[in-house]
């Protein structure tokens, strides 16, 4: 099954924290799974840890990234047109931009969520928690 990690599943994940579900975690080290990772994701975590915005990575940014990819086997998901022609369209019950386009390229795709957020309730996608 392929799942899309929203940002702070990811970091949740990466750093060990208790935050993540047991649920989540049983998908995400399931090697049956695909796991994946957007590139809105990667671009929201550096925007935040240059703005030191509450984000305070153990190593550098680019060596971040490319270490947690490796070592879980996370693909990456692309941004397309497909799925921003699907952020214009969406209703405003979400307003974070990043989320917005996670949302769109889970119903482009066709991949359920792992994430928390339950402003993800009210599209018609999967979410897993």
């Given at each position: 099954?392929?799942?899309l990690?929203?940002?702070?599943?990811?970091?949740?994940?990466?750093?060990?924290?208790?935050?993540?579900?047991?649920g989540?975690?049983?998908?995400?080290?399931?090697?049956?799974?695909?796991?994946?990772?957007?590139?809105?994701?990667?671009?929201?975590?550096?925007?935040?840890?240059?703005?030191?915005?509450?984000?305070?990575?153990?190593?550098p940014?680019?060596?971040?990234?490319?270490?947690?990819?490796?070592?879980?086997?996370?693909?990456?998901?692309?941004?397309?047109v497909?799925?921003?022609?699907?952020?214009?369209?969406?209703?405003?019950?979400?307003?974070?931009?990043?989320?917005?386009?996670?949302?769109?390229?889970?119903?482009?795709?066709?991949?359920?969520?792992?994430?928390?957020?339950?402003?993800?309730?009210?599209?018609p996608?999967?979410?897993?928690?």
């Open positions: 099954m392929k799942y990690l929203d940002t702070s599943s990811f970091l949740w994940f990466v750093y060990d924290d208790n935050r993540l579900s047991t989540a975690v049983e998908r995400i080290l399931d090697s049956t799974n695909e796991i994946y990772l957007s590139l809105a994701s990667i671009w929201e975590i550096a925007i935040k840890a240059n703005l030191r915005r509450g984000l305070a990575l153990r190593r940014f680019p060596e971040f990234i490319d270490h947690h990819l490796s070592a879980n086997r996370f693909r990456l998901l692309d941004i397309n497909s799925h921003l022609k699907v952020v214009a369209a969406l209703p405003l019950h979400h307003r974070d931009p990043f989320d917005r386009l996670l949302i769109a390229q889970s119903q482009v795709e066709n991949i359920p969520v792992i994430t928390s957020d339950t402003a993800f309730d009210h599209y996608v999967q979410r897993v928690w």
